[in-house]
């Protein structure tokens, strides 16, 4: 079955770096676009970054444009989210997602809390 398990988050200082990893497997993952989301409490879920298939495209949201990145291994089949410049407002549990056959399929999550 399709899954994508995240890794990597943790409490970080403002200004600070983490680099999140969603190992996926039960599906092609060199043909599916990878997505990066965050949710923060009390807010709704959103979209952070995405990557296409080839790894060739990509695109950011305005608020973690030039601090964030994300990237793909196609041989690995993981994606990634390199975090930079952390700020206390990316607080939040990030997610990683695909479509498959029109169906979205989640992560359970990894927290990633910036503070001081």
């Known amino acids: 079955q399709v899954q994508v398990v995240e890794s990597g988050g943790g409490l970080v200082q403002p200004g600070g770096s983490l680099r999140l990893s969603c190992a996926a497997s039960?599906?092609?993952?060199?043909?599916?676009?990878m997505s990066w989301y965050r949710q923060a409490p009390g807010k709704e879920r959103e979209l952070v970054a995405a990557?296409?298939?080839?790894?060739?495209?990509?695109n950011h949201a305005d608020s973690v444009k030039g601090r964030f990145t994300i990237s793909r291994d196609n041989a690995k089949s993981t994606a990634y989210l390199q975090m930079n410049s952390l700020k206390p407002e990316d607080t939040a549990v990030y997610y990683c997602n695909v479509v498959v056959w029109g169906y979205d399929h989640w992560g359970q999550g990894t927290q990633v809390t910036v503070s001081s």
């Open positions: 039960g599906f092609t993952f060199s043909s599916s676009r």
């Open positions: 990557i296409a298939s080839s790894g060739g495209r990509t």
